[in-house]
């Protein structure tokens, strides 16, 4: 019985010495086999010898070398393994779940390609009438969304009341977008269009979460999640890019015009697909590769600190007011939400458990240096708002002005109280995920209440 | 006996590939062969011998593949390929080379001190 406990004891200690190994980026699965099989010989003669378990794995671990050096060691001889690949990312025992991932990852981002040109079985032509044209603006989300929805309500195992939470959000949208009395290419109408996939993008939140969208830390993943999308989606469009370049020439070069192709097949079905497509890099590579949303941040704080400063600077020496055209507001709403964008991936990037230090300050100063900015913009543009009137396009963008100041706002006073000590910095992170539904209110407001009240002009 | 850290590497190569002239076998066997070979003077550690082998299946000098010990784990065994082979009589050219250097040169002196006792 003794003896029985002494093997069952060198198992463990063998596997816990595997996922040990395992850690070690150059040494990779069968080469774990592999010296878990010498381990094994070792430990079987040691034992022959009269040794207990307990001696044997020790003495054989010993003369195995030390970790670090044959880690080292490996490392020379499989360079590449320092490098890590995408696609072969870990063919271990999670290999046929990667594998079925994969495929209702592609799956999924074909239908959203495919249902795209449905609406062209109806006449209603990508690049064809204007009306045609108002209804793709408006329904856009809702061709790929519903899939990056169900993508995740798949992954997560979601049960029908989860889903159909899950699909309220999607159906109000195009109920919405398709019944309302829009006057056409009227202000409501790309108001809502522009709306409705930040609505949806946050409902998809609600399938990432797995229904739980009320965990702060659920949120911060479907934060850290939605930067990460953006940076691969970004890189895909560039390769789509590329390769668009490529069909025209070849294909300019026997004389052909492929632009058709492009226009109405590979860009929309492309765009499409690669929303999915985008997602599901994320979760496969999530563990190989460093987050890169958090290292633009580090990039980008600064010389965006820089460029505020500069700019608040000059105006106070020059004189010169914020001149008040048409797109102004818009801008300087667009500026908020990028430095709102800097403090979250900075935010979710940092250790929680870390004094303050040089860049917690470098954040502060950015952020009030935009308010200051906001302010200024805010201020010439209220002087004159009276003589301009409230159109929705004034009223949407000074609800979004106001929202992502308050933001900024709270903000700055946690950062002021965290890098003075007076609290931590969970507030700051609990702080931004407490306030997405903000966005998503707002959201809905413009997409179903805005057209109603500015009776769809 | 301590063997200076690049003899080890250097003698590595050619250990291996004469072991593995007798026939099939793997790490742990290798090893083993080499300490009963050496009378116990030369001692690696043993981890540092998989490194090895793998450089020397990248190079086509050994072929591996997996099979089963006696007890029916995986295990993974290697074999000279005829690059091998190869190569291991042109170690054998180098290292006669190295040898007969080394005698010629007061260097034997010193190696045939203890003989002398």
């Known amino acids: 019985m003794a003896d029985k406990g002494g093997e069952q004891m060198l198992e463990d200690r063998i596997q816990e010495w595997r996922s040990y190994l395992h850690r070690r980026e150059a040494i990779d699965a069968t080469d774990v086999d592999e010296l878990e099989d010498h381990l094994r010989s070792q430990v079987a003669d040691l034992r022959g010898a009269g040794l207990d378990e307990d001696e044997a794995f020790l003495i054989g671990v010993k003369r195995l070398g030390e970790l670090d050096t044959l880690s080292r060691e490996f490392a020379r001889e499989h360079s590449e393994r320092l490098w890590k690949r995408l696609v072969v990312a870990d063919v271990g025992e999670a290999g046929t779940q990667w594998g079925r991932e994969a495929f209702v990852a592609l799956g999924l981002a074909v239908a959203a390609g495919i249902a795209i040109k449905v609406p062209e079985l109806f006449g209603l032509s990508w690049a064809g009438s204007e009306r045609a044209q108002l209804f793709y603006a408006r329904n856009l989300s809702l061709f ?24 309220t959000p999607f159906v109000l949208g195009a109920l919405a977008m398709n019944l309302l009395p829009f006057n056409p290419g009227g202000h409501t109408e790309l108001l809502a269009a522009i709306h409705l996939p930040m609505a949806l993008w946050l409902a998809v939140g609600v399938g990432y979460a797995g229904g739980a969208w009320s965990s702060h830390d659920q949120r911060m993943n479907y934060l850290r999640f939605s930067g990460e999308w953006f940076i691969y989606y970004v890189l895909i469009a560039l390769g789509g890019g590329v390769l668009m370049m490529f069909t025209m020439f070849v294909f300019g ?20 697909g690669a929303v999915i497509v985008a997602a599901w890099l994320v979760g496969a590579k999530q563990s190989v590769v460093e987050n890169m949303a958090p290292v633009l941040t580090l990039l980008f704080t600064p010389l965006f600190t820089l460029m505020l400063l500069s700019f608040l600077t000059t105006m106070v020496f020059t004189g010169s007011g914020i001149d008040v055209g048409r797109e102004v507001l818009i801008g300087f709403d667009l500026l908020l939400v990028l430095v709102v964008g800097l403090l979250v991936y900075s935010v979710s990037a940092r250790d929680p458990h870390a004094a303050p230090g040089f860049f917690d300050a470098l954040q502060l100063v950015l952020v009030i240096s935009a308010l200051l900015v906001d302010a200024m913009a805010l201020w010439a543009i209220l002087a004159r708002i009276s003589a301009f009137g409230f159109t929705p396009n004034r009223v949407a963008a000074l609800g979004e002005n106001l929202i992502l100041v308050v933001n900024l706002g709270w903000s700055a006073v946690l950062y002021a109280r965290f890098i003075g000590r007076r609290a931590g910095f969970a507030p700051l992170e609990r702080w931004q995920t407490a306030y997405l539904p903000v966005y998503a209110v707002w959201a809905w407001i413009v997409v179903l209440i805005f057209p109603l009240v500015f009776r769809f002009q | 006996m301590d063997i200076g850290k690049d003899l080890v590497a250097a003698s590595a190569t050619p250990l291996v590939l004469a072991i593995l002239s007798e026939g099939e076998s793997y790490g742990y066997a290798i090893i083993k062969r080499v300490d009963e070979l050496s009378g116990g003077e030369l001692r690696w550690t043993d981890g540092m011998l998989y490194p090895v082998l793998h450089r020397l299946e990248r190079n086509g000098l050994v072929e591996a593949s997996w099979g089963r010990s006696e007890s029916g784990r995986r295990r993974k065994y290697y074999r000279l390929t005829d690059r091998g082979s190869e190569e291991l009589a042109n170690q054998r050219r180098q290292w006669r080379v190295v040898n007969e250097t080394l005698r010629a040169t007061p260097f034997k002196r010193f190696q045939l001190v203890p003989q002398a006792i």
Do not use: H, T
Request: net charge neutral.
């Open chain 1, 253 to 272: 070069a026997i004389g052909l015009d492929a632009e058709w192709l492009l226009e109405s097949w590979i860009l929309p079905c492309g765009a499409m």
């Open chain 1, 144 to 167: 790929v969304l519903p899939f990056l929805a169900g993508y995740f309500a798949w992954k997560r195992g979601l049960d029908s009341r989860g889903l159909l939470r899950l699909a």
